[in-house]
C-alpha cells in the first residue's frame, strides 16, 4: 500500500520550517531581488515551503530561479561551462560532461525508497526507515551547497493539461542536471501552479553534487520518499542518480498509478512510437524493453517517434488507450549507435544544429566525441570517463579500458530527431495506443514477435520479461527476470503492480476499438541457438522494421496468423512481403529457425517462471492460470509433433 503524506515530511523536519511565513522570510533573505521577482508568481504554498527547507538545510551561496526564459537557460549553460560540469567541443551545442568513474550508472546499492515502521515494499528494492533517512539528510546535506548556487526549476511531466501529466520541481547545485532538465523535460514555469491544483499533486526533488570527488562517491545515496513524493541525491552526478525527474519520479508515478489510479493509469518504461500503415494510417505503439536492450532503436523505426524511455497511459473517455511521454528528450546510450541502425540519431550526433549534451565518451584532440560501434575509424588517443586514453590502454587489474564507457549517453531534444511528431508529443490528448510490446534479451526461446490471443496473455507476456545475464553479474547464468521492464522502479509489492496491469487490460472502461494487441518482440535469438552455429544474431536492427510493420497490420486486421498455444505468429508470406520493403529478401530458412517452437525451451522457461512467482505472495491467480494452460497446450504439441515443431504444422 501506499498512503501520501504519511510520517514526517524530512524537508521540514531538518530544515524546520512549517508555515509559509518562515519560508518566505528564507526566501527573501536568500535570493537577489531579481530571483525574488522571478519566484514571487509561484504561490503554492507546498511548493514554497519545500523550496525554503531546500534552501534552508543545503545552504547555498545563491539562489538560481530557472524561469525557462531563452537568457535564463543561457545563462546555466554558461555556468555550466565556467563551473566545468560541461566543457564545449568542436561542434557548436555540443558540450560534454564527465562522471566520475565510479558513477558510470544507476548505483543501485546505493539506491533507496524511504519507508515508514512496518511498511512493506517490494522485494526487489532496497529501503531505509525515515528515521535513519532523516538522520543521513542532517548529516550529510547540511550546508552540502556551501559555496555553491542553488538553481530551481519548474518542470511538467508530460504535456500540460494532459490527464497523467505531473508538475515537478527541480533544486541541485549540478549545472548538468539543470542543464540536462531543460533539454528532457518541459518547463512549466508559467503553468506550475494551475498544474499543481489541477493535477493534485507534485514532486519535488534535491540534489547536490557535494565537491564531486571520489571519495564521496561511497556516501552517495538516492532516496526516494514515497509518502512526501520527494527525493534526495547526493554526491554523484550520473543523470540516472541525480536528475531523479526520470527514474525517481516515475517511480512515483507507478506508485500513483497503481495504488490510486488503479484500472485507469498506467506508468510504464516503454517507448511511444508510431508506425504508418496502408492508406497512410498511423498505428501507435508503446513497447517495454529493459535498459540497453533497443528500446531507443525501436523508438526510432517508426514514423511518428514519440518517446524513447516511459510512458505515462490512461484509459480516456472514448474507451481509447492514450499515451504521452513525460519526457521531451533522449538521455540514449550512444554505444552501438551508428549509420545504418540510426540514421536519424546520428544526422542529429554528427550533423549540425542539434544541442548535444554528451557524456562519458571519448573526446580526441580536435574536441570530437568518439563511441564504441559507431562504425567509423577510431582515433588513437584522447580523454574519456577515466582520463587520458589511448588504444590499448589497461586498468590496474590489466583489463583493456574500453574507448567510451558501456552506458555512456548523449542528451538532446526528442524534436530534434527527423521522424520525431513533434504535435503529436506535445497534445495534451495523448497519442491512441493500439500495440503494446514487451521485449528483452533473449538469445534461445521466444520468436522475434507473436501475439497474445486475450489480455490476460498479454499481461503475462510482460511478467514474462527476461535479458540475458550479462559477464559483469557475478554468478548469474542464464537468464535474469526483467517484469514489465519496469521492477527496478516498482516501489510496492509486484503482486500489487501486476493486479494494476489485470485491471487496466481487462478494463470494461476500454471499447472494443480501444483495446490494444498485445504482443512480445525478440531481436537477440543467435544461430548457434536455431539449429545453426555461432552467436551471431538471426536478425539485424532494420528488421525491427518489420516485425513493428506487422503489427501494424495485425492491429488493424489486415493480416491472418498462426494460431499457436504462446499465441499469434506471423505468416511466411506477409513478412517476406514487409521485407521487401526494407530491400532485404527473406529466405523461408531464417522463417524457419525464426519461428519454429522450440518447446522444451519455452517450457522450461515457463517452469521457471512458475517457480519464481510462486514465491512472492498474492500473485493474481490468472498469471498462474495462463502458465499451466499454455503448458498444458505445449506439451500436448510435443506429444503430437516432437520437441521443435515448425509452423507449417499449426497452419
Ligand atoms: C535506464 O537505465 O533505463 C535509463 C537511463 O533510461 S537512467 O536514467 O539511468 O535510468
Ligand atoms: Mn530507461
Redesign the pocket.
Known amino acids: 500500500m501506499l498512503e501520501l503524506k504519511k510520517g514526517a515530511d524530512i524537508l521540514a523536519t531538518v530544515g524546520a520550517l512549517t508555515t509559509l511565513p518562515q519560508a518566505q522570510a528564507v526566501i527573501e533573505a536568500n535570493l537577489d531581488s531579481g530571483n525574488l521577482a522571478k519566484l514571487a508568481p509561484i504561490k503554492n504554498s507546498d511548493a514554497l515551503i519545500k523550496i525554503a527547507n531546500a534552501i534552508s538545510i543545503c545552504k547555498p551561496d545563491a539562489v538560481f530561479v530557472n524561469s525557462g526564459s531563452p537568457e535564463d537557460i543561457q545563462w546555466i549553460r554558461e555556468y555550466s561551462l565556467s563551473k566545468g560540469e560541461e566543457k564545449k567541443l568542436a561542434k557548436d551545442g555540443h558540450t560534454i560532461h564527465f562522471d566520475l568513474p565510479q558513477d558510470q ?2 548505483l543501485v546499492n546505493q539506491t533507496f525508497y524511504i519507508i515508514n515502521e512496518d511498511e512493506k515494499i517490494s522485494s526487489l528494492a532496497k529501503s531505509v526507515l525515515r528515521s535513519e533517512a532523516t538522520g543521513y539528510v542532517k548529516e550529510h546535506m547540511d550546508g552540502i551547497m556551501h559555496g555553491m548556487t542553488m538553481m530551481i526549476g519548474f518542470y511538467s511531466r508530460g504535456p500540460v493539461g494532459a490527464e497523467a501529466s505531473v508538475p515537478a520541481i527541480e533544486l541541485s547545485s549540478s549545472t548538468y542536471v539543470l542543464h540536462s532538465a531543460e533539454l528532457l523535460y518541459r518547463n512549466c514555469y508559467d503553468q506550475f501552479d494551475k498544474e499543481v491544483e489541477r493535477v493534485g499533486i507534485f514532486f519535488t526533488n534535491l540534489h547536490s553534487e557535494g565537491p564531486n570527488r571520489t571519495e564521496d562517491v561511497p556516501n552517495a545515496r538516492i532516496f526516494m520518499d514515497r509518502s512526501w513524493l520527494t527525493t534526495f541525491s547526493t554526491f554523484c552526478t550520473y ?2 542518480n541525480t536528475l531523479l525527474m ?2 525517481g519520479n516515475h517511480r512515483f508515478c507507478v506508485d500513483y498509478a497503481t495504488y490510486y489510479k488503479k484500472e485507469e493509469h498506467l506508468s510504464e ?1 516503454m517507448f511511444i512510437t508510431g508506425i504508418t500503415g496502408p492508406g497512410d494510417r498511423k498505428t501507435f505503439m508503446a513497447g517495454a524493453a529493459p ?1 540497453g536492450c533497443g528500446k531507443t532503436t525501436t523508438a526510432m523505426v517508426g514514423s511518428d517517434f514519440i518517446g524513447d ?1 516511459l510512458a505515462q497511459i490512461w484509459i480516456a473517455p472514448d474507451g481509447t488507450v492514450r499515451a504521452i511521454n513525460p519526457e521531451k528528450g533522449i ?1 540514449g546510450i550512444v554505444e552501438d549507435v551508428n549509420r545504418e541502425g540510426d540514421p536519424f540519431l546520428m544526422d542529429c550526433l554528427r550533423g549540425d544544429g542539434t544541442e548535444v549534451i554528451w557524456s562519458n565518451v571519448l573526446i580526441d584532440e580536435q574536441g570530437v566525441p568518439h563511441w564504441v560501434g559507431n562504425g567509423e575509424k577510431t582515433p588513437e588517443k584522447g580523454v574519456n570517463f577515466q582520463g587520458e586514453w589511448h588504444t590499448g590502454k589497461t586498468d590496474s587489474e590489466g583489463n583493456l579500458i574500453p574507448m567510451s564507457h558501456k552506458n555512456s549517453r548523449c542528451t538532446l531534444l526528442a524534436s530534434a530527431i527527423a521522424n520525431h511528431n513533434t504535435e503529436a508529443a506535445e497534445d495534451p490528448a495523448g497519442v491512441p495506443v493500439k500495440v503494446i510490446t514487451y521485449s528483452g534479451r533473449d538469445s534461445d526461446t521466444m520468436p522475434p514477435v507473436w501475439v497474445a490471443k486475450n489480455m490476460d496473455e498479454g499481461v503475462v507476456i510482460g511478467a514474462s520479461i527476461v535479458s540475458k545475464a550479462t559477464a559483469t553479474e557475478i554468478g548469474a547464468v542464464g537468464v535474469r527476470r526483467q517484469p514489465w521492464a519496469n521492477a527496478p522502479f516498482i516501489p510496492g509489492a509486484l503482486a500489487d503492480y501486476m493486479d494494476a496491469q489485470f485491471s487496466f487490460f481487462n478494463s470494461a472502461k476500454l471499447s472494443e476499438a480501444g483495446r490494444p494487441i498485445m504482443a512480445g518482440l525478440n531481436y537477440f535469438l543467435t544461430h548457434g541457438n536455431r539449429g545453426g552455429t555461432g552467436d551471431t544474431l538471426l536478425g539485424e536492427k532494420r528488421d525491427v522494421k518489420v516485425w513493428l510493420g506487422w503489427l501494424e497490420l495485425f492491429a488493424n486486421g489486415d493480416v491472418k496468423a498462426i494460431d499457436t498455444p504462446i499465441g499469434y505468429l506471423p505468416l511466411y508470406e506477409d513478412l517476406k512481403e514487409l521485407f521487401v520493403s526494407i530491400d532485404k529478401e527473406y529466405p523461408r530458412s531464417l522463417y524457419d529457425m525464426q519461428f519454429a517452437l522450440y518447446l522444451d525451451n519455452i517450457i522450461h522457461r515457463i517452469d521457471m517462471q512458475t517457480e519464481a512467482y510462486s514465491k512472492e505472495s498474492d500473485i493474481p491467480a490468472q498469471l498462474f492460470h495462463v502458465y499451466t494452460q499454455q503448458k498444458a497446450e505445449l506439451l500436448a504439441l510435443k506429444e503430437k509433433y516432437g520437441a521443435v515443431v515448425s509452423t507449417d504444422r499449426l497452419i
Open positions: 550508472a544507476r543523470a540516472g526520470k527514474k518504461h535498459s524511455d538521455f
